[in-house]
């Protein structure tokens, strides 16, 4: 090869290597603000299930119910929730 054949491989190659590097970062930036938006949806979706088992108490107090759990002596089956200072922890 002549070294001008070598130069213009060069060349190409040096912009393929831009183009890819430049593809990468908008992979990881669109990565990036994905996983953002992922952790204000759970964040929105812990906040409403705080208010959830916090009302839900005394919403069934008012209107009479009682866990049925609770008059079998079973264990109950369904995740405990409560609030705590970093946000919604389920315990089983």
Known sequence: ??????QAKHKQTSFN???AQSALQFARQTAQNEIKRKDKEIERIQERWVKV????????LAVGMRCANL???SASVAPK???????LHISR
């Open 1 to 6: 090869m002549t070294l001008v054949e070598l």
């Open 53 to 60: 088992v916090n009302d839900q108490p005394k919403s069934a």
């Open 71 to 73: 008059a079998a002596g």
């Open 81 to 87: 929730a409560r609030q705590e200072k970093n946000g």
């Open 17 to 19: 290597l831009q183009r």
